[in-house]
Each structure stands twice: as C-alpha cells, then as structure tokens.
C-alpha cells in the first residue's frame, strides 16, 4: 500500500470516527432538549395562569396595605416567570429540531 492509500483510509476512519461521536452527541442533546421544552412549555401554563389570578385579584386586595404589594409582586413576578420560560422553550425547540437535523445526517 502507498502513502496516499494509507492517507486516505487515515482520514476516511476519522471522518467516520468524528461522524459517530456527533451522532451519539445530537442524539443526546435531542433527549435532554426534548424534555426541556415540555417542561418550559409547562411552566410557562402554569405561570400564565398565576398571573392572570394575581392581576385579576389585584383590586381587592389593593386596599390592604402589605397585602396588595405582595400580590402586585407575585403578578408581576409570575409574568416575568412566564415570558422567561416561553424563551426557553423557543432556544429548546430549536435546538431539538438541530439536534434532529444532525441526527438524520449522520446516520
């Protein structure tokens, strides 16, 4: 065998060598992604549905001195909550779907 035979073997095994480990990797990241969307997705309901209480029962409580600013603060909160993971579930979409993408191509 010559040089440029051996050369060529040499690249072609870590070519495949280097497309294995991105595909055990992407397959990884798919999993982990995956679950965190759901779970973004989730808390994002949940969060959406405190803020809509909290704003909802704002006047009434508004006359009580301590009262009222805690439930400002949980409304105000629970919206900074929701629209914070909203983001996250859009960066784990995102990358799942990249993750999906790297997977097909190196199967």
């Known amino acids: ?28 990241v798919h999993r982990i992604a995956h679950k965190v969307a759901d779970v973004s997705g989730k808390v ?4 959406g549905v405190v803020s809509k209480v909290a704003t909802a029962a704002l006047p009434f409580t508004a006359e009580i001195p301590v009262v009222g600013e805690v439930v400002g603060g ?29 997977n097909k191509l190196t199967r």
């Not at 919206?79 to 995102?94: H, L, P």
Request: hydrophobic share 50%; charged share 20%; proline share 0%.
């Open 1 to 28: 065998m010559g040089f440029f035979s051996r050369l060529g073997h040499k690249i072609s095994h870590g070519a495949h060598r280097l497309g294995h480990k991105i595909h055990q990797a992407s397959a990884g």
């Open 44 to 47: 994002a309901k949940v969060a």
């Open 74 to 102: 949980v409304a105000a909160g629970s919206k900074a909550v929701q629209i914070g993971a909203r983001g996250i579930n859009k960066v784990a979409k995102f990358v799942d779907r990249g993750a999906v993408v790297a």
